[in-house]
């Protein structure tokens, strides 16, 4: 029996009601009227639904972003940790939380501007994999600059 989040997981995405529409060409397209998607964080259904969302966004406002600071460019960064058990993924992710607000108020930190997404994969022996994807909006001359920073000159504590 199954109780709480893990039912609705499992009931998520399981009836899904498509009409046409119409598009301006003419031609006629498949769209979703109708679905129960369970709008749990963890859901992969759900998280994936969540990325289009956010991805749209994006795609909206980045040329905005973009003519607003045409001289600036763009960094694609990956943070990620080692893999943890599934019980240890809320402490992980609030681990790593913290060292990212640590992260952006260092003096050093090089970007104006930034989107960062949380993406937990899954590891070959069930672990989670938590990471962050980053896209950092820098000052064009940052590689030739003084303000670049290196991995080397990131202390670990």
């Known amino acids: 029996i199954l109780d709480g989040l893990s039912a ?8 899904l009601e498509f009409g046409y529409d119409i598009s301006q060409d003419g031609i006629p397209k498949l769209k979703l009227r109708s679905a129960f998607f369970c709008r749990v964080r963890t859901c992969p259904v759900c998280q994936w639904r969540r990325s289009l969302v956010w991805r749209a966004k994006a795609f909206q406002f980045l040329p905005k972003v ?7 460019r763009f960094i694609y960064l990956t943070l990620t940790v080692k893999n943890c058990s599934i019980g240890d993924l809320r402490t992980t992710l609030t681990t790593m939380n913290k060292a990212w607000a640590k992260l952006i108020l ?9 989107i960062r997404s949380v993406e937990v994969t899954r590891g070959q022996d069930d672990s989670a994999h938590p ?12 590689f030739a600059g003084k303000n670049y920073l290196s991995q080397a000159s990131l202390k670990y504590h």
């Open 131 to 142: 990471h962050f994807h980053c896209l950092l909006m820098v000052e064009s001359g940052y």
């Open 66 to 72: 973009v003519e607003t600071y045409p001289k600036h």
């Open 8 to 15: 609705r997981i499992q009931g998520c995405s399981g009836r």
């Open 106 to 114: 260092r003096k050093k930190w090089p970007a104006v501007g930034w």
